[in-house]
Nanobody
Framework: QVQLVESGGGLVQAGGSLRLSCGAS????????MGWYRQAPGKQRELVAV???????NYADSVKGRFTISRDNAKNTVYLHMNSLKPEDTAVYYC?????????????????WGKGTLVTVSS
């Protein structure tokens, strides 16, 4: 079993900063892409930022220049550093990772999701 556990959400004023963390645990062989998605009330889940195992990154246009994604591969952890937060950043933030695990007949690669952490930005 693999678990992704997020932390770091909370209430912050507009212009403030937060850092989200997501750690993966379990029978992990390797992790390729790790990233963050968010879902605001009444909206679809959207990509915020993703980082590959080769450290390539991709950001949503709405967060470029304000958010930074980073990884600690030794800890199987991904971070999202959020600066200059805006009320429109309010959402539940979900961690996502493509993880290869040990199975009885070999290995299996699939996407895993965390349960989410709420970020609320007040104006």
């Amino acid at each position: 079993q693999v678990q992704l556990v997020e932390s770091g959400g909370g209430l912050v004023q507009a212009g403030g900063s937060l850092r989200l963390s997501c750690g993966a645990s379990g029978s992990i062989v390797s992790i390729s892409a790790m990233g963050w998605y968010r879902q605001a009330p009444g909206k679809q889940r959207e990509l915020v930022a993703v980082m590959t195992s080769g450290d390539s990154t991709n950001y949503a246009d709405s967060v470029k220049g304000r958010f930074t994604i980073s990884r600690d591969n030794a800890k199987n952890t991904v971070y999202l550093h959020m600066n200059s937060l805006k009320p429109e950043d309010t959402a539940v933030y979900y961690c996502n990772a493509d993880i290869t695990t040990v199975q009885i007949m070999g290995t299996l690669k699939r996407a895993y999701w965390g349960k989410g952490t709420l970020v609320t930005v007040s104006s």
